[in-house]
């Protein structure tokens, strides 16, 4: 029980907003884990919730602050930052994985790392953000989460669409185009992907539930890096 409070105190000190412990639980729990322990609520329903407050919140941010852009352009920045790529790095910078209840299964195969289980996660914190301390908190929230994202220009294409991004990059930097790696494990109704990328001698990985997410995931991490030195 102690264990609990203290774990509770640590991921709501991150997110900076005090979300019901009852609730939280319930965001952190992967339906496999539920599955696993007699039919426990999991944190699907939150997630829908947390959907909803999440593209709320980005697309009002957008508007009021941009009025420069037309809709097209709104609509591409708002896909970036709600997409399932950026989500799970959000996650990654809050250190959400680690707190997951996940099932055996879904934990030996990499469900802490994976792209989808951590964005489904962070949707479903958001909607118990709302629940425990109503709209304002719960879009405060989201905005703490997605401002990194949102003030980093550079990256609303790379977020959209990696592998292109990845490639263009490396043409611009003269260096041969990326090369990918997949490796698959797990059972087949339950396969994760590991894929390695790599530019001249620097390389990432990514994980997914299929190749194409386990690619993209593996693209931006090396865009990423890349960028940076570029």
Known sequence: MADAVIEHRVLTDK????IDPELLSVALTHRSYAYENGGLPHNERLEFLGDSILGQAVTVHLFVTHPELEEGALAKR???V????????????IGLGEHLRLGRGEDQTGGRDKDSILADTTEAVIGAAYLSAGADAATALVLRLVSPLMADPDRYGAAMDPKTSLQELAARLGVAPPV???????PDHNRVFTATVTVGDVSERGVG???KQAEMAAALLLWRVLSSRA
Do not use: H, M, N, P
């Open 15 to 18: 997110l900076g907003v005090d």
């Open 209 to 211: 539930s299929s190749k």
């Open 82 to 93: 709600v997409s399932t790529v950026a989500l799970a790095e959000v996650a990654r910078g």
């Open 180 to 186: 990918y790696e997949i490796a698959a494990d797990g």
């Open 78 to 80: 708002r896909a970036s």
